[in-house]
Nanobody
Framework: QVQLVESGGGLVQPGGSLRLSCAAS????????MGWYRQAAGKQRELVAG???????NYGASVKGRFGISRDNAKNTVYLQMNSLKPEDTAVYYC???????????WGQGTQVTVSS
């Protein structure tokens, strides 16, 4: 069974940076999609950034130019570099992966990111 393990969340001041990591473990030959979603209190879950094999990364409008996503396929790991953080970036960040088409996507347990002075 494939599992996603996230790390790197925490408390940061406005304007600061954080780097999230998400490693997939289990019997995996390749992963179609890896990405990050977030859910703030009282709001719907939204896409932050994602990478599909063979395609360019895509970003949510509110994070373009500030966040960067990258993948290490050899390690089945995806990273989210978050710069110029704002209080409105405060949310639980969830890693998401689609192992193959036709399967249900997998979710990590979530990691809290709090941007506050």
């Amino acid at each position: 069974q494939v599992q996603l393990v996230e790390s790197g969340g925490g408390l940061v001041q406005p304007g600061g940076s954080l780097r999230l990591s998400c490693a997939a473990s289990g019997s995996i030959s390749s992963i179609v999609f890896m990405g990050w979603y977030r859910q703030a209190a009282g709001k719907q879950r939204e896409l932050v950034a994602g990478i599909t094999n063979g395609a360019s990364p895509n970003y949510g409008a509110s994070v373009k130019g500030r966040f960067g996503i990258s993948r290490d396929n050899a390690k089945n790991t995806v990273y989210l570099q978050m710069n110029s953080l704002k209080p409105e970036d405060t949310a639980v960040y969830y890693c998401n992966a689609l192992i193959s088409y036709g399967q249900r996507p997998i979710w990590g347990q979530g990691t809290q990111v709090t941007v506050s002075s």
